[in-house]
């Protein structure tokens, strides 16, 4: 099975610290864009695909955040971090009817 990394950016991205570690994704989503009818004019939520990926893993396939962490190469306190963004953008994008877009390329230094 294919196995995609996702790096969000290292020295030289205007940050502080050690250079961010990629993140191991066991899938890339083949659907980008979720959102309520009629979803013109609505606002968008951009999601990341580590955030995705930690979903469909703790939630969907009903993993521990540790197993999780150990597939996509991170520590549970990364996993932790991208479950509870990613849950904060799913309820926020069903309960005031947002569209919901997966990014398919890492943000670059702004």
Known sequence: MPRWRWNRGGWGQGGRG?????IML?????I????PRPG???????????ELEVLRLVDL?????????????????????????ARKKVTDA???????VIQTEPKTGD
Do not use: C
Not at 26 to 30: Q, R, T
């Open 26 to 30: 066991g899938w890339m989503p083949s």
């Open 40 to 50: 013109p004019g609505a606002e968008i939520i951009y999601m990341e695909p580590p």
């Open 18 to 22: 050690r250079p961010a570690k990629p």
């Open 32 to 35: 980008v864009k979720f959102g």
């Open 94 to 100: 069903l309960v005031n009817g947002k569209d919901i």
């Open 61 to 85: 396939q009903g993993l521990t955040q540790e197993e999780a962490g150990e597939k996509m190469g991170v520590s549970r306190g990364t996993v932790w971090r991208l479950l509870e963004s």
